[in-house]
Nanobody, 124 residues
Framework: QVLLVESGGGLVQTGGSLKLSCAAS????????MGWFRQAPGKEREFVAG????????HYADSVKGRFTISRDNAKNMVYLQMNSLKPEDTAVYYC?????????????????WGQGTQVTVSS
């Protein structure tokens, strides 16, 4: 069982930055592909970014490419999401997730463990 706890959300103005953190415990963190998802009110949960176990592969949704950066520190059991040039449409609850697999990493159902989420609000 892997426990994931997100932090770092908050209220920021358009164009601002936030860095989300996700702390993992209870499992072998380095074996998992880690993903960040988000869910806005009335919308489905969507993939934001993902990173392979050795940081060798990173993936981004087109909507955040060039603005967001995912990274991980296996020694600290942490994964991060640096978000720059934030837009009002980035407003959502952001979730950290872990999966043993690598295929179809953009599909929420393929993830085994989820955090409780952290709210990001971007004001215009």
């Amino acid at each position: 069982q892997v426990l994931l706890v997100e932090s770092g959300g908050g209220l920021v103005q358009t164009g601002g930055s936030l860095k989300l953190s996700c702390a993992a415990s209870g499992g072998t963190f380095s074996r998992y592909f880690m993903g960040w998802f988000r869910q806005a009110p009335g919308k489905e949960r969507e993939f934001v970014a993902g990173i392979a176990w050795n940081s060798g592969g990173t993936h981004y949704a087109d909507s955040v490419k060039g603005r967001f950066t995912i990274s991980r520190d296996n020694a600290k059991n942490m994964v991060y999401l640096q978000m720059n040039s934030l837009k009002p449409e980035d407003t959502a609850v952001y979730y950290c997730a872990a999966t043993d697999g690598y295929s179809a990493y953009w599909i929420p159902d393929n993830y085994d463990y989820w955090g409780q989420g952290t709210q990001v609000t971007v004001s215009s």
